[in-house]
């Protein structure tokens, strides 16, 4: 158990409506992730953090914004939901051991629906 | 334009025997190669990894092969069992900044045990 919990887990909100959703952590690491899965297209990377107040842009990135805070706390926040962000999103974190490794482990993940 | 494919959306085994998903990926600047298992309604979880100076890592039941010629990876799962029947998804990791792993999915494969 990594520690990650999502909120909410599950949301239904209209169109042209801003969303947030939470993801925390209890482990102190340093790295963030925020994913979307749709079917057909696997998971992709919309932004990323790699420490407090520290964000970039992953590969879907067009319509969300993030926020870091705190170390324990990622915002990925849609600011005028579209039907084309129903999706499932993940919350992802990874850390540095001695051996570099570079595992992400993820939380339960947030199902989004957009009407 | 997808950087790792998996080309087999599914995958049906005998329970006992021996499964082998397979990766292509076309980005020669991975250098990390991860395996998630993924059951419905839950997130990714992390199975097994290889660093692209190795050619295999195994771990238990599971194997991973990396051929870096052909841009080539598999998981080979012996004995399969029941419960390994999940969606597997094959992730590699690119640079991005601060040190943090952006991954890059495929879209995943259906391994179904049957008894």
């Known amino acids: 158990d990594a520690g990650i919990t999502q909120s909410p887990r599950h949301k239904v909100t209209e169109t042209g409506t801003p969303v947030t959703l939470r993801c925390h952590q209890t482990e102190n690491h340093r790295y963030m992730y925020w994913y979307r899965q749709d079917p057909g297209h696997g998971l992709r990377l919309i932004h990323y953090s790699y420490g407090v107040k520290d964000t970039d842009k992953g590969e879907v990135s067009d319509g969300y914004s993030v926020s870091r805070s705190k170390t324990e706390d990622f915002l990925l926040t849609l600011e005028s939901a579209t039907s084309s962000q129903t999706s499932v999103y993940f919350c992802?974190?990874?850390?540095?051991?001695?051996?570099?490794?570079?595992?992400?482990?993820f939380g339960p993940g947030t199902r989004l629906t957009v009407t | 334009d997808q950087q790792v494919k998996q080309n087999s959306p599914s995958l049906s085994v005998q329970e006992g025997r021996i499964s082998i998903l397979n990766c292509d990926y076309t980005?020669?600047?991975?250098?990390?190669f991860l395996w998630y298992k993924k059951y419905p309604a839950e997130g990714p979880t992390f199975l097994i990894s290889?660093?692209?100076?190795?050619d295999k890592n195994e771990d238990g039941r599971f194997t991973v092969f990396l051929n870096k010629s052909a841009k080539h990876l598999s998981l080979h799962i012996v004995p399969s069992q029941p419960g390994d029947s999940a969606v597997y998804f094959c992730a590699a990791r690119g640079l991005t900044r601060g040190g943090a792993d952006g991954l890059t999915f495929g879209k995943g494969t259906h391994l179904i045990i049957q008894p």
């Open positions: 980005n020669s600047m991975f250098d990390y």
């Open positions: 290889i660093s692209s100076i190795k």
């Open positions: 992802a974190i990874s850390e540095r051991g001695l051996f570099a490794a570079y595992e992400q482990y």
